[in-house]
């Protein structure tokens, strides 16, 4: 069974603050996304990083795919009340119609205080 | 369009009703799913579509039952809901490859009483 193991899971910090929020697994995934969620509303992606070793950037935050393709990190810098949310990272193992799924990882509630 | 738009937004039901959410997206996806989110807790996976046709259940108690009636609509049928089965529905679409980004709805935030 491959799992997300995803860290931290709660979150809290003052706005300016630096973060790192990690994605692990003992598999190897052809590609890992994340998604940020906000309440009552449903996710939207942020990102795919497909290649390993990859490093993608998206104003403030900086993802990371690591070499293997077994684990992904998502850095948050300067943050503010709006990065407020529910950060899910998933990985993809296959192709729907052959039998594969997204796996989620457990998610991380990240709380930015004015 | 790259909205799924999902409806009702949200829904309140007996334990003896019966109704159904709906999902429509219009960016000629031809994968649609169906996921079940508890408060701060990951989607879980519930169905799949590929091509109109169901391709993955994850052993969903038959009180759902989900319907694809065209590429571009995807129902789910409620019926004898338990209060455990309160949750947000998320509907949701991809193109169907291998990497699949998925474009979600707002979801239907479901009570069941």
């Known amino acids: 069974t491959q799992l997300l193991e995803q860290s931290p899971q709660f979150l809290s910090i003052q706005e300016g603050e630096n973060l790192t929020v990690y994605c692990n697994s003992s598999s190897v995934f052809s590609s890992l996304q994340w998604y940020r969620q906000e309440p009552g509303e449903g996710p939207v992606l942020l990102v795919t990083v497909v290649t390993g070793g990859e490093v993608k950037k998206l104003k403030r935050l900086t993802f990371q795919f690591g070499d293997a393709r077994k684990d992904s990190s998502l850095h948050i810098t300067a943050a503010q009340p709006g990065d407020t949310g529910l950060y899910l990272c998933?990985?993809?193992?296959?192709?729907?119609?052959?039998?594969?799924?997204?796996?989620f990882g457990q998610g991380t509630e990240l709380s930015v205080k004015p | 369009d790259t909205e799924v738009t999902q409806t009702p937004k949200h829904l309140v039901m007996g334990m003896t009703n019966k109704k159904s959410l709906k999902c429509e997206q219009h960016m000629g996806h031809r994968a649609m799913y169906w996921y079940k989110q508890k408060a701060k807790k990951p989607p879980e996976l519930m169905f799949v579509y590929s091509y109109e046709k169901l391709s993955i259940n994850e052993s969903v108690p038959s009180r759902f039952s989900p319907e694809c009636p065209n590429s571009s609509l995807l129902n789910l049928h409620l019926h004898a809901l338990q209060p455990e089965d309160s949750a947000l529905y998320l509907c949701?679409?991809?193109?169907?490859?291998?990497?699949?980004?998925?474009?979600f709805g707002s979801g239907t935030q479901l009570s069941v009483l």
């Open positions: 949701a679409s991809s193109h169907g490859g291998r990497n699949e980004k998925l474009f």
């Open positions: 998933a990985g993809a193992a296959g192709p729907y119609n052959q039998g594969g799924k997204l796996i």
